[in-house]
Each structure stands twice: as C-alpha cells, then as structure tokens.
C-alpha cells in the first residue's frame, strides 16, 4: 500500500534532482553565453576602434598625398618661372650678339653664337615637356565625349606649321568620336603631328594623312608620316619614359612619354611601325563614344 | 604729346636689361620706369618714400607686370590696384613666363586688361614691344583721368 507512495516520492525526489541538475545546465549556459556575448561586446568595440584607426590613417595619408602634389605644382611652377629665365637670357645675348656684333664674327665664330641659341632652345623645349609630363600625371582626366574629327580640324586650323605651304596633312574621311579627354587628346595629337612634320630628310615637304578605323569597342588613330622613319632597335623605347635615343631625337621622347602616359590614363594604348626611310605610323587607340561614329 | 611713363615690374635683371633694349630700338619715348619687386611696385603706385616725388616718379598710363616677384606676388599687387578706387582702372598687363591656366585665369579674374608671355627671343621681345606701342601707347584709349587738368 505504501509503496505506491514511496514509489511517489522516490520519483518525485528524482524529478526534483533532475530539475536541479537542468536548472544548474541552464546557469552555466546562461554563463557561457553572457560570457561570449560579452568577448563579441570587447570584440565588436576593438573592430570599431580599429576602423577608426584605419579612418585616422587613411585622412593621414590622403593629406600626405595632397602636400606632395602640392609640392609637385610648386615644383612645376618654379620650373616655369625660374630655369627658364636663364635660358631666355642666353638666347637672347646670342641673338644680340650676333645682331650688334656679327660684322666683327667670322663664320666660325657665328656658327658658335648660332650653337649656342640652339641649345638654349632644346633646352627650353625639355623644361617645357618635362612640365607637361608632370601635368599630365597629376590633372584629373575626366572621360567625355571627344568630336575627334572637330578637334583634329581645329588642330590644322590653329597651326600654320601643319598647312600648306609648309607641310601637306590630310584627314582622311571622317574620325569618330571617343571617349577621352579634350584637353589630354588635344596635347596627344599635337604631339604626334609636330613630331610626324618634323622629321623628314633635307628638301622633302612633310605629309601627314590622319585616319581612324573601329577596332571592337576601341577607335584607333593612325598618323601616318613620309618622315626619315625610325630604326627597329628603338621602335620598342620610343615610349618608355625619358628614353633617350639619338640626339636627333632629344627632346621628343618625353613628348612621346606624355602622350603615352596621358592615353593610357584615359584608359588606351599607343603604338608605331616604322622603318627606316619609309615613314613611320603611328597609331593612338581609345574606347568609341557611345553612339560611335557621329552622323 | 605727353609721354606718361610705364611702369615695369621686373625682378629678373635680363629680362629688364632686355626690355630697355626694346623699348629704345621700338623708340617709345613714353619712359620705362622700372621696380623689382612687388612691395616697391605698391610704393610706387601709392607715393610711399622716395615715390612721392611725382615729378620724378609720375603716376604710369600703364603696368607691365611680372607674376613671381619677390615680397609680393604679381598676383597680388594686381588685387591691390583693383582695391585702390584712385587707381582701380589702371590698364596692367601681365608680362610672365608662365602659360600654367591657373596663373592666366586668376589674372584675369583679378582683373588684368592682357596677358602676354616672355618671348623666348630678343626678337620675340622686339616683336612684342613694337605690338605694345602700336595698340596700348596707340590705338588704345586709356581711361581718362578723373579730374580734368
């Protein structure tokens, strides 16, 4: 009759245990949890304060990059004004020299005055380049819509060393437009045509013919010359920077590196096939406008 | 005829060695006057010390401007006459070797009447002098003075 009852409470004695030991479980789980909530708190604050360090040091670094272009346009700014100064003063007294005293020169002596003022000039032509090189890294390349064709004719129109008598330059049909930089694109083909009239043999009048032909999404310029062309050996340096070739060349190369520099910022290439007293090609490749070849 | 002189800010030596050149082989008669740097260019203007005697350092028809100068920038001397109500339309002409657009913009929003670039040459120079007499010391109608003489 008791047993039941013993039964009973033996059971209940056993429920109570198991209710104590769950219980105890439950604590050290709440604990445990507590505990990593608490280690994800110190976690998430760390990552915080970590992000805030990064913060700190990328604000850091971008004042760190402005002062130095910074320094590169004071830099620019003093080679425009003071090493040029010096060379317009020795170009100048040559020139005067030469045109108060050359009565009292023989040819020998006027060939000197004459050097002189040349490389006075090369110079001033290196300073020049090497400025544009330095802007051309530094000047925000926005990409927009370039009327090729109406920026080449304009080139032709503002320069009377691409036109005729002086030199024959052809634009052949009509160039696309791309997307570039007028700006950049403007220095690029002026680069290129100045370099393409400049080198041609004694006696010879400089031909230029300008064409563009669609190459997937990219528009490719070629200028095509009747220049004294270029020998393979320098075909590959022609575009590294401040390569230095022959001293015919001097002074053309950082024209070349700034076209290349400037084409590839605006997201092209560049390239040439030449051969010695054939001419030379050059060709410049951008990504077509939108609407690709305008009406 | 009166011959108003020009004023020349000019640190350079050379380059105002040059220009005096210049200026004798155009045969300009209004005379060159000639300051170094921008501190003395505002004393000039304004009459300060040796300046306040106008008869040897007459108020100029005309400025001819360099941009780096020493002690205050060409820049900066324009902003000033553009300040001056006795001399705000003064015609200046900025005569610099720099072609950086910022420099040229600035000037003309400071309000420079011309920008013109150093020649590289004494020809160049020679060129420019001549171009200069013919329309500002010819053609050119300079503003008329505020009280009639």
Not at chain 1, 82 to 93: C, E, G, V, Y
Not at chain 1, 256 to 273: H, I, L
Not at chain 2, 113 to 122: E, G, M, Q, R, V
Request: hydrophobic share 40%; net charge negative; with cysteine.
């Amino acid at each position: 009759m008791n047993e039941a009852l013993v039964l009973g409470s033996v059971r209940q004695h056993e429920l109570t245990d198991a209710a104590e030991k769950l219980n105890a479980e439950l604590q050290a789980e709440i604990a445990q949890r507590k505990q990593a909530e608490a280690a994800l708190r110190t976690a998430q604050a760390q990552l915080a304060n970590r992000a805030l360090q990064l913060e700190g040091l990328v604000t850091q670094r971008t004042a760190k990059l402005q002062e130095t272009i910074g320094e590169l346009e004071g830099f620019s700014y003093s080679i425009t004004h003071d090493l040029r100064a010096p060379l317009r003063a020795m170009s100048s007294f040559s020139q005067m020299l030469e045109q108060g005293y050359g009565g009292k020169l023989d040819d020998a002596g006027k060939d000197f005055l004459r050097r002189i003022r040349e490389s006075a000039n090369r110079m001033d032509k290196l300073i020049q380049d090497v400025l544009q090189y330095s802007q051309v890294l530094r000047l925000d390349l926005r990409l927009e819509h370039v009327d090729a064709d109406k920026l080449l004719r304009g080139i032709l129109e503002s320069y009377q060393d691409f036109q005729e008598p002086k030199a024959e330059v052809i634009i052949e049909g009509r160039l696309p437009a791309v997307l570039g930089n007028e700006a950049a694109l403007t220095q690029c083909f002026s680069n290129l045509l100045n370099n393409a009239i400049k080198f041609v043999a004694p006696a010879t009048k400089p031909r230029v013919g300008i064409s563009a032909e669609r190459r997937g999404e990219m528009v490719r310029f070629w200028v095509t010359d009747n220049g004294i062309g270029i020998a393979s050996q320098y075909l590959g340096k022609i575009f590294e920077t401040f390569q230095r070739l022959e001293t015919s060349f001097a002074g053309t190369c950082i024209g070349f590196t700034n076209v290349r520099k400037a084409v590839e910022r605006m997201g092209g290439q560049v390239g040439v096939e030449s051969e010695p007293g054939k001419g030379s090609r050059f060709w410049l490749e951008l990504k077509a406008a939108a609407n690709g070849i305008t009406p | 005829m009166n011959h108003q002189p020009i004023l020349y800010v000019e640190d350079e030596a050379n380059d105002v060695f040059f220009m005096q050149h210049a200026w004798k082989q155009a045969g300009i008669l209004n005379p060159l006057k000639v300051v170094t740097d921008g501190e003395q260019a505002v004393q000039y203007l304004s009459g300060e010390g040796k300046y306040a005697e106008r008869d040897e350092y007459p108020l100029p028809m005309l400025v001819l401007l360099d941009l780096k100068l020493p002690k205050l920038h060409g820049l900066d001397v324009l902003k000033w006459i553009r300040e001056q109500p006795a001399i705000q339309s003064l015609p200046v002409i900025i005569l610099s070797s720099s072609n950086q657009p910022q420099d040229i913009r600035t000037a003309y929003a400071r309000g420079a009447n011309s920008y013109l670039i150093k020649p590289p040459h004494a020809d160049g120079l020679m060129e420019l002098v001549a171009s200069l007499k013919d329309y500002w010391l010819g053609r050119n109608q300079m503003p008329p003075a505020r009280f009639p003489d």
